[in-house]
């Protein structure tokens, strides 16, 4: 903090009535701004500032926005914040349309006209905050639902071992196990009745979800939260009540105080047996915009789509209630961002239950398994996500995606990968390539499971040991052979020969294709995938045998190749005979118009305009070098939203640092051309 800034108090809360927009029942983030000031010194002491304050005659609301810090300093430069700022400093009213309709908070609050996903949150949202009335008291509430059991199939599983010797009804739950009554492998039908039961026992006036997509499960081997009765801890049952009520009370104020306690409690409650992991999707049920779940799939997407770690307290351990609230405040700051993969917690469930194969899953036995909690020895089981449902994807959806080719154009492609097992695409930078490739192996697939393709990018570094098979140091200091992407993707598609799985190649000439593919380039040829062809590898099997290995016919490869980039050497011709290619050409034209003004915000007659501009400077660079040295369409296709009013300072900033650096690259001997280019494109914009 320095002399100078501007500084405002704030308190932040949430609230489900009287608001000036309708939050269908939601609960809102709010922030009161309650003080405004000018900061006159620094004491350096890192506690005090002095600060010349102006009152205020009544607090003023924000909506959504509201962030977790205590001390949030606010950096100019997005249109939140700038937002956020002239509300707080400057008096002026909040755009809440624009706010209420972002990619965060759409989903509750916006003005969507397709079919809303996540109305499941309203009811499992009710349905915690009535059985938090029961923390003191849990006893009609398990005497409620063993009432419940009577009548209804599937729980059945209730009954404990006594202390004191001899088994019986549970005579004590927590709010987990509770919501876990309704969240087992059973029928959607089944679910609603035992959740429909339960909502009326507490008090819940919410209709049960009609579906329960993407909602992760209990084993039902392990649908307690905690242990029998002989071998459970004292205060156990205790612990997941006081979490949960942490948790509650963290959604309704974030202040450090509540933190703290959140933390704390989570602390304890994890080390419950039958907790772990499940802990994180117990929170999930009771408050899913607020907590996610960490269920094996959502750990795995978390690692492999979003590329974030999540440390644990040790082995067979969860992470702590520290690192959960880090992941908690990382995700919700990405959550905003147009372009991140998923934009609230639901939506990451939801997109972790699509991300893994049903092969890959961890099923949940049927309905009528025998429910036990486990033995002295045994580790909790976390919950599962049944297998989603196919997602179909053909031509149709690679147009709908944005893909500016033709429709026969494309179904061309297709056909040439099914006939020849392997493409490359090639073409000019920004020609889409590697943006096709995945939709081609998706089209090609009939559906989009992201666990059926696998990417790759070749490099000059790059070996047959690290594609195919080679040495790899291991964990105890030892060398041990280890597969490649490459021979797991030959190994997958062995596994269910019914299925369609893709390899893609990045830059597939960067490297030494016939050095690192090996002697399986011989066995990429369409007409020798079978196992007669098959050839022993240079590296024997993990145990020493050496043992054939043939490219099944369900494993294609799709390669992408940039054939402007004049550093590299082109590929031999024993490579190209196995390789069916396709040239990409840049496309603008009427589809990518209509995308970049309907989908991209780009005004429309400056569309026009940059259009005419990039034709002639392709013709300009067709001439001077070739045509597969133009500029692709991609520069020029926005990858966000663009905000109205910045189509003419958007094309600047792309023709000045993307598309000027590439003209210095292909004029390096004489810069004053690649200059003059820039400015002919730019002249009179």
């Known amino acids: 903090m320095r002399p100078g800034d501007r500084i405002a108090i704030k308190s932040s809360y949430t609230r489900k009535h009287g608001l000036p927009f309708d939050n269908r029942g939601s609960t809102v ?22 600060v010349d304050w102006t009152p205020a005659e009544s607090p003023r609301e924000w909506y959504f926005y509201t962030n977790r810090a205590t001390v949030w300093r606010v950096a100019p430069g997005g249109w939140m914040e700038d937002g956020l700022l002239a509300f707080a400093f400057d008096a002026r009213p909040q755009d809440i349309d624009r706010f209420r309709n972002e990619p965060f908070w759409r989903e509750r609050f916006g003005d969507i006209d397709v079919e809303r996903r996540f ?4 009811f499992y949202r009710a349905v915690a905050a009535k059985l938090l009335d029961y923390r003191a008291d849990r006893r009609p509430l398990i005497e409620g639902i063993h009432a419940i059991a009577k009548n209804t199939a599937g729980l059945s599983y209730l009954q404990d071992r006594y202390p004191e010797g001899g088994t019986g009804p549970l005579r004590d739950i927590c709010p987990f196990t509770a919501m876990g009554t309704f969240n087992r492998s059973m029928t959607d039908a089944n679910r ?27 084993n039902n081997q392990r649908s307690w939260f905690f242990r029998y009765g002989d071998k459970r801890g004292e205060g156990d049952i205790d612990r997941l009540w006081d979490v949960f009520a942490a948790a509650a009370a963290l959604v309704e104020t974030d202040q450090p105080e509540l933190r703290a306690a959140f933390i704390e409690a989570y602390d304890a409650a994890v080390q419950v047996w039958g907790a772990s992991w499940n802990l994180s999707t117990g929170l999930y049920w009771s408050h899913p915009w607020e907590f996610p779940t960490l269920d094996s799939n959502s750990r ?3 690692t492999d789509r979003l590329q974030l770690k999540i440390p644990v307290m040790g082995p067979q351990k969860p992470c702590s209630g520290a690192t959960y609230l880090k992941l908690v405040d990382e995700l919700n700051a990405r959550f905003g961002e147009e372009s991140y993969p998923v934009h609230s917690f639901p939506e990451l469930s939801l997109a972790s239950w699509h991300h893994k194969s049903p092969e890959d899953m961890q099923h949940a036995p049927d309905e009528g398994a025998p429910a036990v909690t486990g ?17 179909p994807y053909d031509v149709d959806d690679i147009q709908r995606d944005g893909c500016f080719l033709e429709r026969a154009e494309i179904e061309r492609l297709l056909e040439r990968l099914r006939m020849r097992k392997n493409l490359i695409l090639q073409g000019p930078p920004g020609t889409g390539k590697t943006w096709i490739a995945k939709r081609l192996a998706f089209a090609l697939m009939g559906e989009r499971d992201e666990a059926r393709v696998r990417a790759v990018q070749f490099h000059p570094n790059l070996s047959y040991e690290d594609f195919v098979r080679g040495w790899r140091p291991g964990g105890d200091g030892k060398l041990t052979l280890a597969d490649g992407v490459f021979m797991e993707a030959i190994h997958a598609a062995l596994s269910r020969p019914e299925a369609r799985f893709v390899v893609i190649i990045e830059e597939i000439n960067r490297g030494n294709p016939a050095q690192i593919f090996g002697e399986l380039l011989t066995l990429l040829e369409a007409g020798k995938r079978t196992p007669r062809e098959a050839l022993e590898l240079c590296y024997p099997d993990g145990d020493g045998v050496r043992r054939p290995v043939h490219v099944p016919e369900n494993l294609f490869v799709i390669g992408t190749m940039n054939i402007a980039d004049r550093s590299l050497a082109l590929v031999d011709f024993a490579f190209r005979r196995r390789f069916a290619f396709i040239g990409l050409e840049p496309r603008l034209g ?3 118009r209509r995308w970049v003004t309907e989908k991209g915000g780009v005004e429309p007659a400056l569309a026009d305009d940059i259009e005419k501009r990039i034709l002639a400077l392709n013709a300009r660079i067709a001439e001077s070098f070739g045509r597969q040295f133009e500029i692709g369409h991609s520069y020029v296709t926005p990858t966000a939203k663009l905000e109205p009013g910045t189509t003419r300072e958007w094309f600047r900033q792309v023709a000045e640092t993307e598309i000027g650096p590439l003209l210095e690259e292909y004029w390096f001997d004489a ?3 690649a200059r003059e280019a820039v400015e002919k494109l730019l002249q009179g914009w």
């Open 300 to 302: 795995t997407f978390l």
């Open 119 to 122: 109305c499941w949150t309203g």
């Open 375 to 391: 033995d002295e020895d045994e580790a909790a089981v976390e919950p599962v996500q049944l297998p989603a449902p196919v997602e």
């Open 590 to 592: 009427p589809a990518w």
């Open 192 to 218: 609603r009745l035992i959740a429909g039961a339960l909502a009326k026992l507490i008090g819940v006036e919410e209709e049960p979800p009609a579906s329960f997509e993407g909602i992760p499960i209990l």
């Open 671 to 673: 810069p004053k051309l």
């Open 29 to 50: 983030s709010v922030m009161a701004i309650k003080a405004i000031g000018t900061i006159t010194s620094n004491l350096d002491d890192g506690k005090h500032v002095r």
